[in-house]
């Protein structure tokens, strides 16, 4: 089924050019930019191209889901009755997340390709979207997508606007996220101290990180996720 789509990604990759990406000191973010504009339409296109090529492909498992799921529930008051996974593809985080803190957690994930209604409990969404009934609404939100953000500064602000008061935000990063991976798929590169700074500074408003762990391992190499508590 992916061996199409991994042909025409890989079609696009080639076409990259050293101006389609920003390339600061500590991240690196491509730009999709058409006739001198952002294109959302280019965006959107290779996002989706990259979700079909990769469908089969799970980067996180079980344990790691696991992990996070007790280190959220020691450091929750009561129970966590809503969570949203962003980018979940085949939509394993939600459904691993809803397994491990149990009770009556309603816990759904979202995509942006078409291919998102295939999964359970998976809408076909934009991540940096918003509906107004989500404002100040989730005990948690997870993502280990955000790499392909074509605005960081956008997301996590919207991400945190969306978590209650006693919510956390779960970003996890490992050695995939780093400046040096970044392509026209997965758009945006930070490192880790970096990464805890921007949410620091342009989340301000909504709380801090208070905590990273390591939550396992991704091929032998470990994945670190960081918890970003909302203020109460």
Known sequence: MSTGWHKKLRSIQRTAQADDFIEEDDYKLATYISNGEFSYEKYKEIQTIGNKAKIENQW?????????????????????????????????????FGKHIGGDADVFGTEISDTATDFPRTVQWDFHDIKPEWLGHFDFIYSNSWDHTYDPKLLFTTWASCLNKNGWLLIDHGWNYEPGRVDLLDAFGISEDSLISLLNRECSEFGKVEDVIDGGHHKRLPIRTIFFKARS
């Open 60 to 96: 996180v498992g079980e344990k790691h889901i696991k992990i996070l799921a007790k280190h959220l529930c020691d450091r929750h008051p009561g129970p966590i009755k809503y969570g949203v996974c962003h980018g979940t593809r085949r939509g394993k985080e939600q459904e691993w």
